[in-house]
């Protein structure tokens, strides 16, 4: 049985990349998402800190906000 994320974990957050290299199975994303998107350029995925799904951080978002949404 699957255990449902809890709400401002890493594992319910928009910004999270599922990664197969990283050990948690996790990735942080948010230094990819916060930029415009014309200037986006994607990283090696093991650049990208990995983090555990029950952890929290200051970034969290329900989803992503892009450049003409507020």
Do not use: F
Not at 46 to 54: K, L, Q, W
Not at 56 to 64: N, R
């Amino acid at each position: 049985m699957a255990l449902s994320p809890k709400p401002n974990q890493c594992s319910s957050c928009a910004y999270v990349l599922v990664a197969d290299d990283a050990s948690t199975g996790l990735r942080c994303g948010s230094s990819y998402y916060e930029q415009p998107a014309l200037v986006r350029q994607q990283k090696r995925l093991s650049s990208y800190p990995e983090v555990a799904a029950d952890h929290h951080c200051p970034k969290w978002a329900s989803k992503i906000t892009g450049v003409l949404k507020k």
